[in-house]
């Protein structure tokens, strides 16, 4: 059974940054991860794609985090980290990890991210 945990979220003022983790448990080859990937989801919105990375090191970022968000990867841990800075209020959202493993889909627990003075 897979499951991600993911861990970084918290409270921070405009302006700040966040480092958000999220690891794969049980043996997985991290050649079997296609994508790893972070969404997010506001209170009454839909969840959103925020940056995505494939096992070829390629990555997708929405246009609303472009400069601010970097994705990245450790395959020898299968875990996904996203960096955030110059974070804003309209980031306050729960970050979801996702992967996509053997090409089936996992989600993480999700994660609170609250950028407020």
């Known amino acids: 059974q897979v499951q991600l945990m993911e861990s970084g979220g918290g409270l921070v003022q405009p302006g700040g940054s966040l480092r958000l983790s999220c690891t794969a448990s049980?043996?997985?080859?991290?050649?079997?991860?296609?994508?790893m990937g972070w969404y997010r989801q506001a209170p009454g919105n839909q969840r959103d794609m925020v940056a995505t990375?494939?096992?070829?090191?390629?990555?997708n970022y929405a246009d609303s985090v472009k400069g601010r968000f970097t994705i990245s990867r450790n395959n020898a841990q299968n875990t996904v980290y996203l960096q955030m800075t110059s974070l804003k209020p309209e980031d306050t959202a729960v970050y979801y990890c996702?992967?996509?493993?053997?090409?089936?889909?996992?989600w993480g627990q999700g994660t609170q991210v609250t950028v407020s003075s």
């Open positions: 049980a043996n997985i080859f991290s050649r079997n991860i296609m994508v």
């Open positions: 996702r992967m996509i493993i053997n090409r089936q889909f996992y």
């Open positions: 990375v494939s096992s070829d090191a390629s990555t």
